[in-house]
């Protein structure tokens, strides 16, 4: 219990001087993970609104294969995008092992299929009440995502906000392909598992908390521009 | 181009083994205004949207005068349970407009004269999905008449409207046919049909039973149940 309040007490302390070693951390956890859901989204979205638009003969495996990756163990994608990025695998010679941009390789690889499977959910709704109307208007492929796309937003929106979520809070992946190097790929969840083994549980708890804040004020930032755009409803 | 007429040779429309229309024989020409009726599943609707090309035939033939792809362009279709997107009411009116490339500015200056033609020009950026039934429908007819299509086909969009809705919509149609826009439209208002009508198509078990010109349909069918029809008895 003491270590609980310890950590508070640490957190807030933390934040109230504004800390360089958090700070630091905090803003590269928020720009590795912000990368990798920029990047995800621009994927996952659109391939969610094709498989929700267009019949062809894989299409029921698709959707299987994303709804079963949703779960990919964070660790084994880490070690997958390792050994493709170590020295002596194929994309060696780019040097990407142990950088930030290897963070947000494996964070695009765990949050794609949880994206593109929650937004194909509300878009397949979408579809089926527009079907009729976007066919009798004789409308081309793209322009039928497109719609799909722009008048799904706020649902859009969920899906990236569930990605984040998971990308944020993720250790296995980028503690594997980053190594929590000091002031190069340290963020807050590896300095969370860095601390906890050293048995500094108040700094543990106290960057946990921090985390945990960052996430909700996110959150709650996004939601507060999707509100304020345009009446509210959708 | 002359689009009419509209030829349908032994069309036939079946979902899941079972015929919904057909095999119809059909010849439209390119004037006045087409009233369907029949009883419920009948398959008006499946008639309507076998003619409009939503629904493709599995057997048969049906020709425009004119190459496919281009009728595709010149027709547009009102559904039942209007479809409203996701979108201010003057997003949707100029949708259709969008979608062939009419600049944004262009195309919602346009919208928004037909908007207050229907009457909600104070409403231009309400949502959609907002509005009351009354409102959807003409809402719908708006957007599918702002590409002035050369036929428009209407699937009972007075159903489970009042009397004023229903004669604002008739009176919206009936301009729209004086400026020379084919409707075929299917109806179970008997008194709409005769107001509106032509010719009259009726639809008994996927087949055309009768098809003659409203006036005579009115004076006299043809056939026993085009009489037990208009008299109002159960047809199946």
């Known amino acids: 219990m003491s270590d609980l309040w310890g950590g508070l007490s640490q957190a807030f302390w933390l934040v109230v001087m504004l800390d360089p070693d958090l700070v630091e951390i905090t803003l590269r956890s928020l720009r590795v993970t912000l990368t990798a859901l920029a990047i995800a989204s621009a994927i996952a979205l659109p391939l969610a609104a094709l498989l929700a638009v267009r019949r062809f003969r894989m299409r029921r495996a698709t959707i299987a294969v994303l709804n079963a990756l949703m779960g990919l163990p964070p660790v084994v994608v880490g070690l997958i995008v390792y050994v493709f990025l170590s020295r002596a695998g194929p994309f060696g010679v780019l040097g990407l092992l142990f950088t930030p941009s290897a963070m947000v390789i494996a964070q695009v690889i765990i949050i794609v299929p949880l994206v593109a499977s929650i937004a194909h959910q509300s878009l397949r709704e979408l579809w089926s009440d527009y079907h009729d109307l976007l066919i009798s208007m004789n409308t081309t492929q793209g322009q039928r995502i497109r719609a799909l796309l722009w008048d799904g937003r706020r649902a859009l929106l969920t899906a990236a906000l569930a990605g984040f979520g998971r990308a944020i809070g993720e250790v296995g992946a980028i503690m594997v392909v980053g190594g929590n190097i000091d002031h190069a790929t340290r963020v807050l969840t590896t300095a969370i598992a860095l601390e906890t083994g050293k048995g500094e549980f108040a700094m543990a708890l106290g960057l946990g908390f921090v985390l945990i804040g960052m996430a909700i004020a996110v959150n709650l930032a996004i939601h507060w521009i999707g509100h304020t755009e345009r009446g509210g409803r959708w | ?236």
């Open chain 2, 1 to 236: 181009m002359q689009m009419f007429p509209l030829t349908v040779e032994q069309g036939m429309v079946r979902r899941r083994g079972k015929v919904l229309v057909g095999p119809v024989d059909l010849k439209l020409e390119g004037q006045g205004t087409t009233i369907v009726v029949g009883p419920n599943g009948a398959g008006k609707t499946s008639l309507l949207k076998m003619l409009h090309g939503v629904v493709r035939l599995n057997e048969g033939r049906l020709n425009w005068a004119c190459p496919r792809e281009e009728a595709e362009k010149r027709q547009a279709f009102v559904f039942q349970m209007p479809v409203m997107m996701r979108r201010s009411v003057v997003e949707n009116i100029a949708y259709p407009l969008r979608l062939i490339g009419v600049p944004r500015k262009e195309a919602r200056a346009r919208a928004a004269d037909w908007a207050r033609r229907i009457d909600l020009g104070d409403a231009l950026e309400r949502q959609a999905v907002l509005l009351s039934g009354g409102e959807r429908q003409k809402l719908a007819l708006a957007r599918a008449l702002i590409r002035e299509p050369d036929v428009l086909f209407l699937d009972e969009p007075c159903a489970s409207l009042d009397g004023r809705a229903t004669r604002e919509i008739e009176e919206i149609l009936t301009e729209a046919a004086r400026g020379g826009t084919r409707l075929i439209m299917s109806t179970h208002n008997m008194g709409q049909a005769q107001r509106l009508a032509d010719e009259v198509i009726l639809v008994i078990g996927g087949r055309i039973h009768e098809f003659s010109p409203a006036a005579d349909f009115f004076a006299g069918p043809q056939t026993p149940q085009g009489a037990a029809f208009l008299r109002g008895d159960i047809v199946e």
